[in-house]
């Protein structure tokens, strides 16, 4: 499958950084891996290949709006 940049707040080329997985419309998100344990505790319906990290909120609201949906013949993945 084919990722397309999307964007960063990283000045020297680190994460966070959001990609699109061309072929479904879905987000590819790279950020540091959350570990601090009261946080994992409260998450909800984890599976197990699930893993979850962490970024700035300002990389959603700089990069998400432009994204609003993916093309109506693009399928998407539930």
């Not at 609201?61 to 994204?67: A, C, E, N, Q, S």
Request: proline fraction near 9%.
């Amino acid at each position: 499958m084919t990722l397309r940049f999307i964007g960063t707040t990283s000045e020297n080329g680190n994460c966070p950084t959001l990609y699109e997985i061309v072929e479904t419309g879905e987000i590819l998100v790279q950020g540091d891996r959350e570990t601090t344990p009261e946080h994992l505790a409260q998450l909800r319906d984890v599976k197990p290949s699930e893993t979850f990290v962490r970024i700035p909120r300002e990389l959603l609201t700089r990069f998400m709006p432009g994204l609003v949906s993916p093309a109506a013949d693009t399928p998407t993945k539930e």
